[in-house]
Protein backbone atom coordinates (compact mmCIF):
# COMPACT_ATOMS: atom_id res chain seq x y z
CA UNK A 1 0.00 0.00 0.00
CA UNK A 2 1.33 3.60 -1.01
CA UNK A 3 2.09 6.39 1.70
CA UNK A 4 -0.46 8.15 0.26
CA UNK A 5 -3.18 5.19 0.09
CA UNK A 6 -2.48 4.62 3.70
CA UNK A 7 -2.97 8.57 4.53
CA UNK A 8 -6.50 8.38 2.93
CA UNK A 9 -7.81 5.30 4.70
CA UNK A 10 -6.66 6.78 7.90
CA UNK A 11 -8.82 9.93 7.82
CA UNK A 12 -11.70 7.72 6.93
CA UNK A 13 -11.39 6.25 10.35
CA UNK A 14 -12.10 8.90 12.56
CA UNK A 15 -8.91 11.33 12.00
CA UNK A 16 -9.58 14.81 11.06
CA UNK A 17 -7.55 15.55 8.38
CA UNK A 18 -5.30 17.99 8.26
CA UNK A 19 -5.93 20.46 5.25
CA UNK A 20 -5.58 24.62 5.50
CA UNK A 21 -8.67 26.90 5.71
CA UNK A 22 -10.56 27.59 2.83
CA UNK A 23 -12.23 31.37 2.26
CA UNK A 24 -15.15 29.75 2.49
CA UNK A 25 -15.53 29.14 5.87
CA UNK A 26 -15.27 33.02 7.09
CA UNK A 27 -17.71 33.82 4.33
CA UNK A 28 -21.35 34.80 5.85
CA UNK A 29 -23.98 31.95 5.61
CA UNK A 30 -25.91 33.81 3.06
CA UNK A 31 -23.27 33.94 0.79
CA UNK A 32 -21.73 30.71 -1.37
CA UNK A 33 -18.68 29.13 -0.90
CA UNK A 34 -16.39 26.97 -3.99
CA UNK A 35 -16.31 23.64 -3.35
CA UNK A 36 -13.57 22.78 -0.47
CA UNK A 37 -9.68 21.11 -1.55
CA UNK A 38 -7.79 18.45 0.26
CA UNK A 39 -4.47 19.03 0.22
CA UNK A 40 -3.47 15.82 1.53
CA UNK A 41 -4.62 14.15 -1.30
CA UNK A 42 -2.40 13.78 -4.35
CA UNK A 43 -4.20 11.03 -6.34
CA UNK A 44 -6.79 11.87 -9.41
CA UNK A 45 -9.99 12.23 -8.44
CA UNK A 46 -13.12 11.27 -10.63
CA UNK A 47 -15.85 13.72 -10.62
CA UNK A 48 -17.57 11.00 -8.38
CA UNK A 49 -14.40 10.61 -6.05
CA UNK A 50 -15.11 14.54 -5.43
CA UNK A 51 -18.77 14.09 -4.65
CA UNK A 52 -17.67 11.54 -2.33
CA UNK A 53 -14.83 13.04 -0.98
CA UNK A 54 -17.49 16.51 0.32
CA UNK A 55 -19.82 14.01 1.89
CA UNK A 56 -17.16 12.72 3.90
CA UNK A 57 -14.88 16.17 4.34
CA UNK A 58 -17.56 19.03 4.40
CA UNK A 59 -21.32 17.70 4.88
CA UNK A 60 -23.17 16.82 2.07
CA UNK A 61 -25.74 19.22 0.95
CA UNK A 62 -24.49 22.12 2.55
CA UNK A 63 -26.75 24.57 1.02
CA UNK A 64 -29.82 22.90 1.97
CA UNK A 65 -29.48 23.30 5.57
CA UNK A 66 -28.59 19.70 6.20
CA UNK A 67 -26.47 18.58 9.53
CA UNK A 68 -23.63 16.63 10.00
CA UNK A 69 -23.28 14.86 7.12
CA UNK A 70 -22.33 10.86 6.39
CA UNK A 71 -18.99 10.60 8.51
CA UNK A 72 -16.46 9.00 5.91
CA UNK A 73 -12.65 7.47 4.65
CA UNK A 74 -12.21 10.63 3.10
CA UNK A 75 -11.06 9.68 -0.52
CA UNK A 76 -11.28 6.27 0.06
CA UNK A 77 -14.35 5.58 -2.03
CA UNK A 78 -16.97 2.80 -2.98
CA UNK A 79 -17.19 2.60 -7.26
CA UNK A 80 -20.09 5.33 -6.95
CA UNK A 81 -18.15 7.99 -5.04
CA UNK A 82 -20.23 7.64 -2.08
CA UNK A 83 -18.17 8.41 1.35
CA UNK A 84 -17.42 5.19 3.82
CA UNK A 85 -19.88 5.14 6.80
CA UNK A 86 -18.36 5.22 9.90
CA UNK A 87 -16.27 8.23 10.34
CA UNK A 88 -17.08 11.71 12.01
CA UNK A 89 -19.89 13.81 10.32
CA UNK A 90 -19.19 16.79 8.41
CA UNK A 91 -20.20 20.56 8.82
CA UNK A 92 -22.77 22.21 6.97
CA UNK A 93 -21.97 25.23 4.99
CA UNK A 94 -25.25 26.35 4.93
CA UNK A 95 -26.11 27.61 8.49
CA UNK A 96 -27.54 26.06 11.21
CA UNK A 97 -31.31 26.69 11.54
CA UNK A 98 -32.50 24.16 9.13
CA UNK A 99 -29.70 21.36 10.38
CA UNK A 100 -30.04 17.67 10.36
CA UNK A 101 -30.25 15.77 13.76
CA UNK A 102 -29.08 12.57 12.30
CA UNK A 103 -25.92 11.20 12.93
CA UNK A 104 -24.35 8.40 10.68
CA UNK A 105 -21.53 6.97 12.80
CA UNK A 106 -20.58 10.37 14.37
CA UNK A 107 -22.06 13.12 16.02
CA UNK A 108 -23.76 15.56 14.67
CA UNK A 109 -22.27 19.68 15.42
CA UNK A 110 -25.76 20.79 14.57
CA UNK A 111 -28.14 21.91 17.70
CA UNK A 112 -30.70 19.21 19.06
CA UNK A 113 -33.92 20.73 18.71
CA UNK A 114 -35.76 17.72 17.92
CA UNK A 115 -36.12 14.09 19.92
CA UNK A 116 -34.02 11.33 19.20
CA UNK A 117 -35.39 7.96 19.57
CA UNK A 118 -34.16 5.71 22.02
CA UNK A 119 -34.07 1.79 21.07
CA UNK A 120 -33.81 -0.70 23.55
CA UNK A 121 -36.52 -2.17 26.38
CA UNK A 122 -38.52 0.44 27.90
CA UNK A 123 -39.95 0.03 31.59
CA UNK A 124 -42.82 2.87 30.73
CA UNK A 125 -42.22 4.37 33.75
CA UNK A 126 -41.62 8.41 33.63
CA UNK A 127 -42.79 8.30 29.86
CA UNK A 128 -43.50 11.98 29.07
CA UNK A 129 -46.87 13.00 26.80
CA UNK A 130 -45.90 14.71 23.41
CA UNK A 131 -47.44 18.05 23.26
CA UNK A 132 -48.52 18.28 26.51
CA UNK A 133 -45.34 19.33 28.19
CA UNK A 134 -46.16 17.18 31.54
CA UNK A 135 -44.58 14.19 32.80
CA UNK A 136 -46.76 11.42 33.20
CA UNK A 137 -46.03 8.37 34.86
CA UNK A 138 -47.34 4.89 33.62
CA UNK A 139 -47.32 2.24 35.85
CA UNK A 140 -46.92 -1.75 35.01
CA UNK A 141 -49.84 -4.03 33.86
CA UNK A 142 -50.61 -7.47 34.78
CA UNK A 143 -52.56 -10.02 33.13
CA UNK A 144 -55.09 -11.12 35.53
CA UNK A 145 -58.42 -13.45 35.90
CA UNK A 146 -60.92 -10.98 37.87
CA UNK A 147 -63.61 -13.17 39.55
CA UNK A 148 -67.10 -11.10 39.37
CA UNK A 149 -70.27 -11.81 40.64
CA UNK A 150 -73.59 -9.91 39.33
CA UNK A 151 -77.42 -9.73 39.62
CA UNK A 152 -78.43 -9.27 35.51
CA UNK A 153 -81.85 -7.06 36.43
CA UNK A 154 -82.11 -3.83 34.11
CA UNK A 155 -79.04 -5.06 32.15
CA UNK A 156 -78.91 -5.94 28.21
CA UNK A 157 -76.57 -8.90 28.94
CA UNK A 158 -73.32 -8.94 30.39
CA UNK A 159 -70.96 -8.12 27.32
CA UNK A 160 -69.85 -4.74 27.05
CA UNK A 161 -71.51 -2.65 24.25
CA UNK A 162 -71.29 0.56 24.12
CA UNK A 163 -74.57 1.19 22.65
CA UNK A 164 -76.64 -0.40 25.84
CA UNK A 165 -75.94 -1.17 29.49
CA UNK A 166 -74.15 -3.97 30.66
CA UNK A 167 -72.48 -5.28 33.08
CA UNK A 168 -69.11 -5.39 32.06
CA UNK A 169 -69.34 -1.92 30.59
CA UNK A 170 -69.85 -1.03 34.51
CA UNK A 171 -67.14 -3.53 35.48
CA UNK A 172 -64.91 -1.66 32.99
CA UNK A 173 -65.86 2.01 33.81
CA UNK A 174 -64.92 0.71 37.86
CA UNK A 175 -61.57 0.03 36.53
CA UNK A 176 -60.70 3.17 34.82
CA UNK A 177 -62.00 5.14 38.10
CA UNK A 178 -59.83 3.10 40.37
CA UNK A 179 -57.14 3.75 38.01
CA UNK A 180 -56.68 0.08 37.42
CA UNK A 181 -56.82 0.79 33.85
CA UNK A 182 -54.88 4.33 32.51
CA UNK A 183 -56.68 7.00 30.76
CA UNK A 184 -55.06 6.06 27.15
CA UNK A 185 -56.32 2.42 27.55
CA UNK A 186 -60.26 3.80 28.47
CA UNK A 187 -61.30 4.23 25.26
CA UNK A 188 -61.79 0.53 23.70
CA UNK A 189 -61.56 -2.30 25.93
CA UNK A 190 -59.46 -4.43 23.62
CA UNK A 191 -56.21 -2.24 24.41
CA UNK A 192 -56.24 -4.25 27.64
CA UNK A 193 -57.01 -7.49 26.38
CA UNK A 194 -60.85 -7.57 27.82
CA UNK A 195 -61.96 -11.03 27.32
CA UNK A 196 -64.61 -13.33 29.11
CA UNK A 197 -65.60 -17.13 30.49
CA UNK A 198 -69.02 -16.67 29.37
CA UNK A 199 -72.12 -14.07 27.92
CA UNK A 200 -75.16 -14.11 29.94
CA UNK A 201 -78.25 -13.16 28.81
CA UNK A 202 -80.61 -9.78 29.54
CA UNK A 203 -81.46 -10.14 33.57
CA UNK A 204 -79.35 -13.33 33.79
CA UNK A 205 -77.24 -13.19 36.23
CA UNK A 206 -74.06 -14.83 37.74
CA UNK A 207 -72.53 -15.71 41.30
CA UNK A 208 -68.84 -15.83 39.71
CA UNK A 209 -68.09 -15.36 35.91
CA UNK A 210 -64.57 -14.88 35.02
CA UNK A 211 -62.97 -12.07 33.31
CA UNK A 212 -59.40 -11.85 32.14
CA UNK A 213 -57.45 -8.56 31.21
CA UNK A 214 -53.98 -6.78 31.89
CA UNK A 215 -55.04 -4.62 35.19
CA UNK A 216 -52.58 -2.04 36.90
CA UNK A 217 -52.61 -3.30 40.68
CA UNK A 218 -50.84 -1.05 42.39
CA UNK A 219 -52.55 2.57 41.18
CA UNK A 220 -51.99 5.78 42.63
CA UNK A 221 -54.95 6.03 44.09
CA UNK A 222 -54.86 2.88 46.45
CA UNK A 223 -54.91 3.48 49.76
CA UNK A 224 -52.21 1.88 52.36
CA UNK A 225 -54.28 -0.89 53.93
CA UNK A 226 -56.97 -1.67 50.96
CA UNK A 227 -56.82 -4.97 48.90
CA UNK A 228 -57.60 -4.31 44.90
CA UNK A 229 -60.41 -6.20 44.87
CA UNK A 230 -61.71 -3.28 47.59
CA UNK A 231 -60.83 -0.65 46.27
CA UNK A 232 -62.36 -1.15 42.82
CA UNK A 233 -65.36 -2.26 44.56
CA UNK A 234 -65.80 1.02 45.94
CA UNK A 235 -66.72 2.24 42.25
CA UNK A 236 -69.58 -0.57 41.67
CA UNK A 237 -72.99 -0.83 42.48
CA UNK A 238 -74.16 -3.06 45.24
CA UNK A 239 -75.52 -5.74 42.44
CA UNK A 240 -71.53 -6.35 40.96
CA UNK A 241 -69.17 -7.26 43.37
CA UNK A 242 -65.97 -8.11 42.69
CA UNK A 243 -64.46 -11.40 44.47
CA UNK A 244 -60.76 -12.20 43.23
CA UNK A 245 -57.93 -10.64 41.27
CA UNK A 246 -55.46 -13.75 40.60
CA UNK A 247 -52.50 -13.48 38.51
CA UNK A 248 -53.26 -16.00 35.31
CA UNK A 249 -50.28 -17.09 32.80
CA UNK A 250 -49.64 -15.37 29.72
CA UNK A 251 -51.73 -17.83 27.46
CA UNK A 252 -54.70 -17.54 29.75
CA UNK A 253 -58.18 -17.29 27.49
CA UNK A 254 -61.07 -17.63 30.43
CA UNK A 255 -63.67 -18.89 27.62
CA UNK A 256 -61.21 -21.41 25.68
CA UNK A 257 -59.45 -23.04 28.86
CA UNK A 258 -62.57 -23.55 31.02
CA UNK A 259 -62.95 -27.12 31.34
CA UNK A 260 -66.98 -26.71 32.11
CA UNK A 261 -69.53 -24.51 33.28
CA UNK A 262 -72.22 -24.63 36.23
CA UNK A 263 -75.39 -23.42 36.06
CA UNK A 264 -78.83 -23.25 37.66
CA UNK A 265 -82.53 -22.62 37.00
CA UNK A 266 -84.85 -21.88 39.59
CA UNK A 267 -88.82 -21.79 39.05
CA UNK A 268 -91.87 -22.19 40.71
CA UNK A 269 -93.44 -25.47 41.27
CA UNK A 270 -96.90 -24.74 40.37
CA UNK A 271 -95.67 -23.98 36.90
CA UNK A 272 -96.18 -27.99 36.34
CA UNK A 273 -99.36 -28.47 36.90
CA UNK A 274 -101.60 -28.72 33.90
CA UNK A 275 -102.90 -25.96 31.57
CA UNK A 276 -106.58 -24.69 32.65
CA UNK A 277 -109.19 -26.69 31.45
CA UNK A 278 -110.98 -25.35 28.51
CA UNK A 279 -107.95 -23.31 26.96
CA UNK A 280 -106.57 -24.29 23.55
CA UNK A 281 -103.49 -25.96 25.15
CA UNK A 282 -105.96 -28.36 27.35
CA UNK A 283 -108.03 -28.99 24.19
CA UNK A 284 -105.22 -29.85 22.09
CA UNK A 285 -104.07 -32.48 24.60
CA UNK A 286 -107.16 -34.09 25.14
CA UNK A 287 -107.13 -34.30 21.26
CA UNK A 288 -103.88 -36.32 21.77
CA UNK A 289 -104.67 -38.31 24.47
CA UNK A 290 -107.90 -39.52 22.56
CA UNK A 291 -107.07 -43.20 20.99
CA UNK A 292 -107.97 -43.24 17.36
CA UNK A 293 -111.25 -44.38 16.45
CA UNK A 294 -111.67 -47.95 14.81
CA UNK A 295 -113.41 -48.59 11.88
CA UNK A 296 -115.21 -51.79 10.89
CA UNK A 297 -113.16 -52.34 7.40
CA UNK A 298 -109.70 -51.72 9.11
CA UNK A 299 -107.31 -53.97 10.46
CA UNK A 300 -105.55 -53.63 13.57
CA UNK A 301 -102.99 -50.72 12.65
CA UNK A 302 -102.78 -51.38 8.94
CA UNK A 303 -103.81 -47.82 7.71
CA UNK A 304 -102.04 -46.14 10.96
CA UNK A 305 -99.51 -43.53 10.36
CA UNK A 306 -98.78 -42.79 13.26
CA UNK A 307 -94.69 -43.59 14.46
CA UNK A 308 -94.14 -46.63 16.76
CA UNK A 309 -93.37 -45.02 20.41
CA UNK A 310 -90.26 -45.21 20.73
CA UNK A 311 -88.65 -46.88 24.33
CA UNK A 312 -89.11 -44.41 27.74
CA UNK A 313 -85.52 -42.86 28.70
CA UNK A 314 -84.74 -40.94 31.73
CA UNK A 315 -84.36 -44.10 33.98
CA UNK A 316 -88.20 -45.15 33.72
CA UNK A 317 -89.32 -48.13 32.84
CA UNK A 318 -92.76 -47.90 30.59
CA UNK A 319 -95.24 -48.91 33.26
CA UNK A 320 -92.83 -46.53 35.93
CA UNK A 321 -93.50 -43.90 33.79
CA UNK A 322 -97.44 -44.53 32.78
CA UNK A 323 -98.12 -44.91 36.46
CA UNK A 324 -96.22 -41.55 37.65
CA UNK A 325 -98.02 -39.93 34.67
CA UNK A 326 -101.28 -40.95 35.79
CA UNK A 327 -101.02 -39.90 39.38
CA UNK A 328 -99.48 -36.25 38.31
CA UNK A 329 -102.54 -36.00 35.39
CA UNK A 330 -105.06 -36.82 38.34
CA UNK A 331 -103.50 -34.38 40.87
CA UNK A 332 -103.37 -31.84 38.57
CA UNK A 333 -107.45 -32.67 37.49
CA UNK A 334 -107.97 -32.41 41.21
CA UNK A 335 -106.60 -29.06 41.62
CA UNK A 336 -108.29 -27.68 38.66
CA UNK A 337 -111.54 -29.26 39.56
CA UNK A 338 -111.36 -26.79 42.87
CA UNK A 339 -111.41 -23.65 41.09
CA UNK A 340 -114.86 -21.64 40.10
CA UNK A 341 -114.81 -21.21 35.85
CA UNK A 342 -115.49 -17.56 36.04
CA UNK A 343 -111.75 -17.75 38.45
CA UNK A 344 -109.71 -15.01 36.88
CA UNK A 345 -105.75 -15.55 35.71
CA UNK A 346 -104.88 -12.96 39.25
CA UNK A 347 -107.48 -15.61 41.37
CA UNK A 348 -105.88 -18.99 40.08
CA UNK A 349 -102.38 -16.95 40.77
CA UNK A 350 -103.29 -16.81 44.31
CA UNK A 351 -104.63 -20.70 44.67
CA UNK A 352 -101.25 -21.72 42.50
CA UNK A 353 -99.04 -20.73 45.12
CA UNK A 354 -100.50 -22.48 47.43
CA UNK A 355 -100.17 -25.47 45.49
CA UNK A 356 -97.50 -28.29 46.37
CA UNK A 357 -95.94 -30.61 43.91
CA UNK A 358 -96.99 -34.09 44.57
CA UNK A 359 -94.17 -37.08 44.97
CA UNK A 360 -95.45 -38.41 41.32
CA UNK A 361 -94.85 -35.19 39.16
CA UNK A 362 -91.02 -34.53 41.24
CA UNK A 363 -90.08 -37.83 40.00
CA UNK A 364 -91.47 -37.54 36.56
CA UNK A 365 -89.09 -33.92 36.75
CA UNK A 366 -86.00 -35.56 37.76
CA UNK A 367 -85.82 -38.50 35.23
CA UNK A 368 -86.90 -36.18 32.72
CA UNK A 369 -83.97 -33.89 32.87
CA UNK A 370 -81.72 -36.78 33.00
CA UNK A 371 -82.28 -37.29 30.01
CA UNK A 372 -80.80 -34.19 28.56
CA UNK A 373 -77.60 -36.15 29.61
CA UNK A 374 -74.63 -36.75 27.08
CA UNK A 375 -73.41 -35.52 23.79
CA UNK A 376 -75.91 -34.48 21.71
CA UNK A 377 -77.02 -32.27 19.04
CA UNK A 378 -78.94 -29.16 20.56
CA UNK A 379 -79.36 -27.17 17.18
CA UNK A 380 -82.87 -27.31 18.27
CA UNK A 381 -82.29 -25.81 21.63
CA UNK A 382 -80.83 -22.44 19.56
CA UNK A 383 -81.63 -20.04 17.22
CA UNK A 384 -79.78 -19.77 13.48
CA UNK A 385 -78.26 -23.52 13.17
CA UNK A 386 -79.07 -26.35 11.00
CA UNK A 387 -78.70 -29.40 11.90
CA UNK A 388 -75.64 -30.44 9.87
CA UNK A 389 -73.70 -27.62 11.88
CA UNK A 390 -71.16 -29.33 13.89
CA UNK A 391 -70.84 -26.45 16.73
CA UNK A 392 -74.25 -27.98 18.14
CA UNK A 393 -72.86 -31.22 19.55
CA UNK A 394 -72.68 -30.24 22.88
CA UNK A 395 -71.74 -32.38 26.14
CA UNK A 396 -73.92 -32.00 28.79
CA UNK A 397 -72.34 -33.85 31.75
CA UNK A 398 -74.95 -33.65 34.16
CA UNK A 399 -78.09 -32.23 35.05
CA UNK A 400 -79.91 -32.33 38.44
CA UNK A 401 -83.43 -31.61 39.80
CA UNK A 402 -83.26 -30.78 43.44
CA UNK A 403 -85.91 -31.28 46.14
CA UNK A 404 -88.74 -28.49 45.94
CA UNK A 405 -88.18 -25.40 49.03
CA UNK A 406 -91.08 -22.67 50.34
CA UNK A 407 -89.90 -18.81 49.94
CA UNK A 408 -93.02 -16.17 51.30
CA UNK A 409 -95.31 -19.16 50.90
CA UNK A 410 -94.92 -20.15 47.32
CA UNK A 411 -92.78 -23.46 46.41
CA UNK A 412 -90.12 -23.85 44.65
CA UNK A 413 -87.17 -26.22 42.89
CA UNK A 414 -83.82 -25.59 40.92
CA UNK A 415 -82.19 -27.87 37.83
CA UNK A 416 -78.60 -27.66 38.24
CA UNK A 417 -76.78 -28.09 34.62
CA UNK A 418 -73.43 -29.14 34.13
CA UNK A 419 -71.79 -28.91 30.64
CA UNK A 420 -68.63 -28.00 28.51
CA UNK A 421 -70.42 -25.13 26.90
CA UNK A 422 -73.42 -23.91 26.11
CA UNK A 423 -74.85 -22.05 23.00
CA UNK A 424 -77.38 -19.10 22.29
CA UNK A 425 -80.52 -19.89 24.70
CA UNK A 426 -79.87 -23.42 25.25
CA UNK A 427 -80.21 -23.63 29.02
CA UNK A 428 -83.59 -21.48 28.92
CA UNK A 429 -85.22 -23.94 25.66
CA UNK A 430 -84.06 -27.04 27.62
CA UNK A 431 -86.04 -25.65 30.48
CA UNK A 432 -89.05 -24.78 28.59
CA UNK A 433 -89.34 -28.05 26.69
CA UNK A 434 -88.75 -29.67 30.18
CA UNK A 435 -91.80 -27.91 31.84
CA UNK A 436 -93.95 -28.04 28.75
CA UNK A 437 -93.13 -32.19 28.99
CA UNK A 438 -93.75 -32.81 32.76
CA UNK A 439 -96.79 -30.38 32.97
CA UNK A 440 -98.45 -32.54 29.56
CA UNK A 441 -97.23 -35.96 30.74
CA UNK A 442 -95.06 -36.83 27.70
CA UNK A 443 -92.47 -38.90 28.09
CA UNK A 444 -88.84 -38.96 28.31
CA UNK A 445 -88.03 -40.50 25.28
CA UNK A 446 -89.06 -37.14 23.30
CA UNK A 447 -85.67 -35.59 24.05
CA UNK A 448 -83.83 -38.05 21.60
CA UNK A 449 -86.55 -37.50 19.32
CA UNK A 450 -85.20 -33.54 19.62
CA UNK A 451 -81.77 -34.41 18.61
CA UNK A 452 -82.63 -35.58 15.36
CA UNK A 453 -83.36 -33.75 12.11
CA UNK A 454 -87.03 -32.46 12.71
CA UNK A 455 -86.76 -29.12 13.00
CA UNK A 456 -89.93 -27.70 16.10
CA UNK A 457 -90.47 -24.88 18.13
CA UNK A 458 -89.11 -24.86 21.30
CA UNK A 459 -89.81 -22.08 23.64
CA UNK A 460 -87.42 -20.67 25.44
CA UNK A 461 -88.27 -19.80 29.94
CA UNK A 462 -87.96 -16.73 31.09
CA UNK A 463 -84.33 -15.58 31.67
CA UNK A 464 -85.21 -14.71 35.22
CA UNK A 465 -84.83 -17.85 36.88
CA UNK A 466 -81.19 -18.63 35.24
CA UNK A 467 -77.87 -18.53 37.20
CA UNK A 468 -74.25 -19.03 36.32
CA UNK A 469 -72.63 -20.50 39.02
CA UNK A 470 -69.06 -20.64 37.64
CA UNK A 471 -66.92 -21.84 35.45
CA UNK A 472 -64.93 -24.21 36.16
CA UNK A 473 -60.72 -24.68 35.64
CA UNK A 474 -59.71 -27.94 36.14
CA UNK A 475 -56.78 -28.77 33.49
CA UNK A 476 -55.58 -25.15 34.12
CA UNK A 477 -55.36 -25.43 37.72
CA UNK A 478 -53.39 -28.72 37.36
CA UNK A 479 -50.56 -26.84 34.75
CA UNK A 480 -50.37 -24.02 37.34
CA UNK A 481 -49.65 -26.37 39.67
CA UNK A 482 -46.75 -28.08 37.49
CA UNK A 483 -45.50 -24.27 36.67
CA UNK A 484 -45.23 -23.40 40.56
CA UNK A 485 -43.56 -26.50 41.57
CA UNK A 486 -40.83 -26.39 39.13
CA UNK A 487 -40.60 -22.76 40.27
CA UNK A 488 -40.00 -23.54 44.11
CA UNK A 489 -37.01 -26.35 42.89
CA UNK A 490 -35.17 -23.52 40.88
CA UNK A 491 -35.74 -21.44 43.61
CA UNK A 492 -34.24 -24.31 46.14
CA UNK A 493 -31.34 -24.92 43.75
CA UNK A 494 -30.52 -21.34 43.80
CA UNK A 495 -31.16 -20.55 40.24
CA UNK A 496 -33.98 -18.16 40.86
CA UNK A 497 -34.20 -15.54 43.41
CA UNK A 498 -37.05 -15.21 46.04
CA UNK A 499 -38.42 -12.11 44.57
CA UNK A 500 -38.56 -13.95 41.00
CA UNK A 501 -40.06 -16.87 42.50
CA UNK A 502 -43.07 -14.68 44.43
CA UNK A 503 -43.69 -12.89 40.73
CA UNK A 504 -43.54 -15.49 38.73
CA UNK A 505 -45.83 -17.87 40.90
CA UNK A 506 -49.83 -18.51 39.43
CA UNK A 507 -52.78 -18.45 41.52
CA UNK A 508 -55.60 -21.27 40.80
CA UNK A 509 -58.96 -20.03 39.29
CA UNK A 510 -60.90 -20.64 42.01
CA UNK A 511 -63.31 -19.20 44.95
CA UNK A 512 -61.96 -21.29 47.70
CA UNK A 513 -61.05 -17.82 49.62
CA UNK A 514 -64.41 -16.20 49.06
CA UNK A 515 -67.07 -19.22 48.86
CA UNK A 516 -69.02 -17.40 52.55
CA UNK A 517 -69.10 -13.97 50.57
CA UNK A 518 -70.79 -15.32 47.16
CA UNK A 519 -73.18 -17.19 49.10
CA UNK A 520 -74.54 -14.27 51.14
CA UNK A 521 -74.24 -12.13 47.50
CA UNK A 522 -76.63 -15.62 46.00
CA UNK A 523 -79.01 -14.78 48.46
CA UNK A 524 -79.14 -11.19 49.14
CA UNK A 525 -78.55 -9.79 45.95
CA UNK A 526 -79.61 -13.17 43.12
CA UNK A 527 -82.39 -14.92 44.96
CA UNK A 528 -84.10 -12.45 46.99
CA UNK A 529 -84.40 -10.13 43.78
CA UNK A 530 -85.86 -13.02 41.71
CA UNK A 531 -88.40 -14.40 44.30
CA UNK A 532 -89.62 -10.27 44.78
CA UNK A 533 -89.98 -10.05 40.91
CA UNK A 534 -91.81 -13.20 40.65
CA UNK A 535 -93.91 -12.58 43.50
CA UNK A 536 -95.10 -8.93 42.15
CA UNK A 537 -94.75 -9.36 38.23
CA UNK A 538 -95.81 -13.44 38.19
CA UNK A 539 -93.50 -13.79 35.08
CA UNK A 540 -93.55 -17.43 35.36
CA UNK A 541 -97.50 -17.57 34.99
CA UNK A 542 -97.62 -15.19 32.27
CA UNK A 543 -95.23 -16.72 30.28
CA UNK A 544 -96.95 -19.85 31.03
CA UNK A 545 -100.03 -18.17 30.02
CA UNK A 546 -98.91 -17.15 26.60
CA UNK A 547 -98.52 -20.64 25.76
CA UNK A 548 -101.46 -22.26 27.60
CA UNK A 549 -103.60 -19.88 24.74
CA UNK A 550 -101.56 -20.26 21.73
CA UNK A 551 -103.66 -21.98 18.86
CA UNK A 552 -101.80 -23.83 16.14
CA UNK A 553 -100.00 -27.72 15.79
CA UNK A 554 -96.57 -26.27 16.96
CA UNK A 555 -97.23 -27.90 20.20
CA UNK A 556 -98.28 -31.13 18.74
CA UNK A 557 -95.27 -33.15 19.69
CA UNK A 558 -96.42 -33.15 23.53
CA UNK A 559 -98.26 -36.18 23.83
CA UNK A 560 -98.41 -39.66 25.33
CA UNK A 561 -96.05 -41.26 22.80
CA UNK A 562 -93.05 -39.00 22.82
CA UNK A 563 -93.08 -38.77 19.21
CA UNK A 564 -92.50 -35.34 16.81
CA UNK A 565 -95.40 -35.74 14.27
CA UNK A 566 -95.11 -34.08 10.55
CA UNK A 567 -97.96 -31.54 11.41
CA UNK A 568 -95.59 -29.95 14.69
CA UNK A 569 -92.36 -29.96 12.21
CA UNK A 570 -91.17 -26.54 10.76
CA UNK A 571 -90.52 -26.81 7.22
CA UNK A 572 -87.50 -25.59 5.17
CA UNK A 573 -87.40 -21.74 5.02
CA UNK A 574 -89.60 -21.46 7.93
CA UNK A 575 -88.58 -20.54 11.20
CA UNK A 576 -89.49 -22.05 14.41
CA UNK A 577 -89.10 -18.98 16.11
CA UNK A 578 -92.11 -16.70 14.94
CA UNK A 579 -96.07 -17.89 14.93
CA UNK A 580 -96.86 -20.05 12.11
CA UNK A 581 -101.11 -19.25 11.99
CA UNK A 582 -102.32 -16.49 14.57
CA UNK A 583 -102.50 -16.46 18.21
CA UNK A 584 -105.99 -15.28 20.54
CA UNK A 585 -105.67 -11.68 21.23
CA UNK A 586 -104.97 -12.95 24.64
CA UNK A 587 -101.88 -13.76 23.80
CA UNK A 588 -100.92 -11.20 21.07
CA UNK A 589 -101.24 -8.89 24.03
CA UNK A 590 -98.99 -10.68 26.14
CA UNK A 591 -96.76 -11.87 23.41
CA UNK A 592 -95.73 -8.01 23.16
CA UNK A 593 -94.25 -7.92 26.12
CA UNK A 594 -90.38 -8.76 25.91
CA UNK A 595 -89.31 -9.49 29.62
CA UNK A 596 -92.10 -12.38 29.67
CA UNK A 597 -91.05 -14.25 27.05
CA UNK A 598 -87.28 -14.03 28.20
CA UNK A 599 -85.54 -10.72 26.94
CA UNK A 600 -83.25 -9.53 24.45
CA UNK A 601 -81.15 -11.95 22.31
CA UNK A 602 -77.68 -12.90 23.74
CA UNK A 603 -75.28 -15.63 24.71
CA UNK A 604 -75.20 -17.31 27.81
CA UNK A 605 -72.05 -19.17 27.84
Known amino acids: MTSEKRQSDDAGEGAKPKRPKTDSEHLPPAQSSPAPTNSTTTIEESPLATRGKERGAGGARGDRGRGGGRGGKGPSIDRRGKAGRGGRGGRSSGGGEASDNRSWGGRSSAP???KMREWGKSDNVGAVEEGSGEKKERFPKKKVAVLVGYNGGGYSGSQINPEVKTIEGDIFEAFIKAGAVSEDNSTNPQKVGLQRAARTDAGVHAAVNVL??????????????TTIEEHINNFLPPNIRLWSIL???GSFNPRVLCDQRRYEYTFPTHILLGPKPGSP?????????????????????????ASPAPPVSGGLSEEEFSTLAEAALADSDNFWAAQPPEATFTDDLQQKRQWRISPAQLQLAKSFVKAYEGSHNYYNFTVGKDFRDRSCQRVMKSLEASDPFIIDETEYMKVTFVGQSFMLHQIRKMIGLAILAIRTQTPPSLIPETFGPSRIHVPKA?????????????????????????????????RIKDQDLLEQTRDHITTADVDEKVVAFKMEQVYQNMWEV????????????????????????????GVIPQTAVFKKGENPEKIRVPMGAEAQQISDDEDILGGADDVEG
Open 462 to 494: PGLGLLLLEPQYVEYNKRVDESNAKLVELNKAG
Open 247 to 249: RVQ
Open 212 to 225: SLKLILEPPSLAAG
Open 112 to 114: RDG
Open 534 to 561: EKSQAVFSKWLNYLDVYVGPDFEYLNSK
Open 281 to 305: MDLALRRARKPPSATPNSGAGENST
